[in-house]
């Protein structure tokens, strides 16, 4: 066995036996780590509470020889205490960490998921702005490979912006009118896209909840359930879309 330690984001727990846990984190040098910890839910545990979803961590570890780690040390970084306080914000967050779970893959280290995670929760600690999630949905497929095409029509071309009306999950991007299929888009859905995956994320993160929030917020998860071929099951039980 090799000892470990890394710092990660807990993304979900499993009760094993009477008194022990089966915690998944996302983590900066490790990728998505399945471990043991052993008597956390006794009342006697040190740190039972410090692995509960959402929580930023350092850890000490053994890695083991099967698909199973063992968690021997634990420290807090941060609770992102305003998330687990405000359920509208913990919907959020946990939506967040399910597309982390799936997308993450076991002991591949993916350091930029990681971090996109940590920035995500922590923008959402700090604003329970409308557009902090679909953001994250949106970056993540970037990440993937998966970005959608805004800047003209993927089936002829058309770049005219009062020409691109719909977005098509199958095509991956913008339609034009004479192409059209899929969803309808509006033209300041369009542009609230492009400034998402376009550097403007500051920018974003201020908006206000309004009919182009939710546009882009609905048309990022289903890209998302679209690439991961599954339904995100925290998304449609926190009505986020």
């Not at 509960?52 to 970084?77: F, Y």
Request: a neutral charge; glycine letters at 10%; charged letters at 25%.
């Amino acid at each position: 066995m090799t000892q470990f330690r890394d710092r990660g984001v807990v993304l979900r727990t499993i009760r094993l036996g009477e008194a022990d846990r089966i915690v998944t984190l996302m983590t900066e040098h490790h990728g998505k780590v399945r471990a043991v910890a052993k008597g956390v839910r006794r009342t006697t545990s040190k740190f039972g509470s410090r692995l509960e979803p959402l929580s930023h961590v350092a850890l000490l570890g053994w890695q083991g020889r099967g698909d199973l780690d063992t968690i021997n040390q634990v420290e807090v970084i941060d609770t992102f205490r305003p998330v687990r306080e405000d359920l509208d914000r913990m919907s959020a967050g946990l939506s967040m960490l399910e597309v982390v779970d799936q997308v993450g893959q076991e002991r591949l280290a993916n350091p930029q998921l990681y971090l996109m995670v940590v920035g995500a929760i922590a923008a959402l600690a700090e604003r329970n702005s409308p557009m902090v999630v679909p953001a994250f949905f949106l970056k993540v497929l970037a990440l993937e490979g998966s970005a959608p095409m805004l800047d003209g029509c993927v089936s002829c071309g058309q770049d005219d912006v009062l020409e691109l009306v719909a977005f098509d999950f199958v095509e991956g991007g913008v339609l034009c009118r004479a192409c059209r299929r899929g969803r309808p888009l509006s033209a300041d859905g369009l542009a609230l896209l492009r400034r998402t995956l376009g550097g403007g994320l500051a920018g974003v993160l201020a908006e206000v909840r309004s009919p182009a929030t939710d546009e882009v917020t609905a048309l990022a998860t289903e890209a998302m359930e679209a690439h991961l071929d599954r339904r995100l099951r925290s998304v449609r039980a926190g009505h986020v879309s």
